[in-house]
């Protein structure tokens, strides 16, 4: 049975319908940027979120970098973050010119440990980027009260994260701005980028929506040095259709991520961790070992897909090594990413492909079988 990693042709059959009829309203009124179903679509996730503000941009790493330009973070401030996420998150800090300070993650969960960021802080700190990752929240009370006892801003990156919650309220609501991506692979992906910010300050709002238009209000009248970051409607119009159907989507991944739990719980795994206080929506499931290169070759020469999120922590990408960091910064996020790695879990899932898979990873351990022998 060939399993892909990710199948997103399956979720575009469920929903084929809709997405022809709204494309083909698009193309009948040609109208194609920041349209209606763009204001629609930044309404209906605001309410979704209980947050009055939402603003589209054109993807996560931009929503990201926004967030930063509107409280005028740049040259000379300090931004602490996580190493163990995708590198939009640190490259987001420097686009603006300041300066990314990583704080090593919690090795249950991987998300930023809030005792790190304690340790992290400086006089020329500024903001705060929690990563709620794989789809489970960082622990977002401790970081606030860490954040309002110094003075910090506190952007939430949950372009991991739409629909999960901690504590009982969503993530990207906990913060001063909260971005979210809609890249295709996320819970709530459309068919290219995408991205939108949330927050319920109505003046880092008004800016937030000249900055993505080239900083105006109105056209040819620009009062801030913006950029053209934009959603466009077939991108909105998708995305509105499958918000309809995040939570039932988000509920189905659970419900696969408790079946592998039951499965592999005896084999020689960590399995992911989930916070108490936390509603985790498995953006991806994943699993550790000592043994990941072997684990991943076994099971992809049986035709089942696996990726590794994240291989090295971001200070020790090629592209940072001439900023001074060095090996050994985040030990529990280097370890990490030397054996974490993620199956396939999407809802489109059925129980036999669930069952192949846990019954692969356990014939790796009980047989050590070979499809090559």
């Known amino acids: 049975m060939k399993i892909p990693f990710i199948n997103l042709k399956a979720q575009f059959d469920s929903i084929r319908p809709e997405i022809h009829l709204a494309i083909e309203n698009i193309l009948a009124k040609g109208e194609f940027i920041m349209g209606e179903n763009v204001t629609f679509l930044e309404n209906e996730i605001g309410e979704y979120l209980g947050l009055g503000k939402a603003i589209s941009v054109a993807s996560g790493s931009d929503a990201l970098f926004l967030a930063l330009k509107a409280f005028d973070i740049g040259p000379g401030d300090e931004v602490i973050t996580t190493p163990f996420s995708f590198i939009s998150t640190a490259d987001a800090i420097l686009r603006n010119g300041a300066t990314p300070i990583f704080a090593d993650i919690n090795p249950e969960t991987y998300n930023i440990d809030p005792d790190q960021i304690l340790k992290s802080i400086s006089p020329r700190t500024k903001a705060i980027i929690p990563v709620h990752l ?5 622990e977002m009370d401790r970081i606030i009260e860490i954040a309002k006892k110094h003075s910090l801003i506190v952007i939430e990156d949950a372009c991991q994260a739409f629909g999960a919650s901690y504590k009982n309220r969503k993530a990207g609501t906990w913060g001063d701005i909260g971005c979210f991506s809609f890249f295709p692979t996320k819970n709530l992906g459309g068919w290219g980028d995408g991205g939108m910010l949330v927050t ?55 419900d696969i991520a408790s079946r592998y739990n039951s499965l592999l719980k005896n084999l020689p795994l960590k399995l992911p961790a989930a916070n108490q206080d936390s509603c985790h929506i498995y953006h991806l499931y994943t699993l550790r070992s000592n043994q990941r290169n072997e684990i991943m070759s076994f099971l992809n020469q049986y035709g089942i897909g696996t990726a590794v999120h994240y291989p090295k922590p971001i200070y020790l990408q090629p592209s940072y090594l001439n900023l001074g960091f060095k090996k050994g910064l ?11 790695f993620a199956i396939p879990l999407y809802p489109e899932l059925t129980d036999d492909m669930v069952n192949e898979i846990a019954r692969t990873i356990s014939d790796f351990f009980s047989e050590g079988i070979s499809p090559c022998k």
């Open 134 to 138: 794989y789809g489970q929240c960082a």
């Open 200 to 254: 319920s300050n109505e003046n880092i709002a008004e800016k937030l929506k000249k900055l993505r238009v080239y900083g105006s209000k109105e056209r040819h009248h620009h009062v801030l040095h913006g950029v053209n970051s934009r959603l466009d409607e077939i991108q909105a119009a998708i995305l509105r259709i499958k918000l309809l159907n995040i939570d039932k989507w988000n509920k189905e991944r659970q």
């Open 330 to 340: 985040c030990p529990i996020a280097e370890e990490a990413a030397k054996q974490i």
